[in-house]
């Protein structure tokens, strides 16, 4: 490479001339040195650009996510009010129908054993009734249903706690009651006092359910309730 300046030979490779130091760069060379930069800064800038916005994006769907968590939850925990207040006043009314049946064995019963009559036969007689009538397959097909619903109940969202452990203690007594009006058991002295006992149990657990049960269960509990009532 010759110098424009001084007319001496340079190596190809040399930027400045060995004879009077003049640049050995030509325009275009530098233009194209100039075309490199500018290339590297915009591809540069574009890489900056993407990486900005792929963060942008992974925080949108991370948020996105968790909105969607937000309200996956709240709908389960709207489906579990809902589901806790049916269940409960299935469970009170049933317990009032095998009230019933319980009230007509202990009748019965007694009526047998003050008539000098065989109570066994009595009562097999007004079981027999009742089955032709299909209370208690009735009965037994609603008790099935609330024992579906108090497995649905366990998995129990934050909060409602509390009030599970009330409602889980009156499913134990109602279960019992309702054994006792499928096949009554033991003397008279002995059925109507464990029954008379169960009976008041649930009463009270019940009571403190009303109590301790959250706004969003009792307003459900008592839209149910009016319902059932205008059915009526």
Request: net charge negative.
């Amino acid at each position: 490479m010759f110098c424009n300046q001084c007319g001496r030979e340079n190596p190809e490779d040399s930027k400045f001339c060995s004879g009077c130091g003049g640049s050995l760069v030509t325009d275009t060379g530098t233009k194209d040195d100039e075309k490199n930069i500018s290339e590297k800064k915009g591809s540069k800038k574009k890489l900056i650009i993407s990486t900005i916005l792929g963060l942008l994006l992974v925080i949108g769907g991370i948020g996105a996510f968790f909105v969607y968590q937000k309200k996956q939850e709240e709908k389960r925990v709207q489906e579990y009010v809902e589901e806790m207040a049916i269940n409960s006043f299935n469970m009170y009314l049933e317990v009032l129908e095998n009230a019933i049946v319980i009230s007509m064995y202990s009748e019965t019963w007694s009526d047998a054993i003050d008539n000098g009559n065989d109570f066994n036969v009595e009562l097999a007689n007004l079981k027999d009734a009742y089955k032709e009538k299909g209370i208690l397959q009735e009965l037994t097909e609603t008790q099935t249903e609330i024992q579906h619903s108090m497995k649905y109940l366990q998995d129990v969202p934050e909060g409602y706690e509390e009030v599970y452990g009330v409602l889980k203690e009156m499913y134990g007594v109602y279960v019992e009651f309702a054994d006792q009006a499928q096949s009554p058991t033991g003397s008279l002295l002995s059925f109507n006092s464990k029954t008379n006992d169960l009976y008041s149990k649930f009463n009270s657990l019940f009571e403190e359910y009303l109590i301790t049960m959250p706004a969003d269960v009792k307003e459900e509990y008592d839209t149910y309730v009016d319902k059932n009532k205008n059915k009526e």
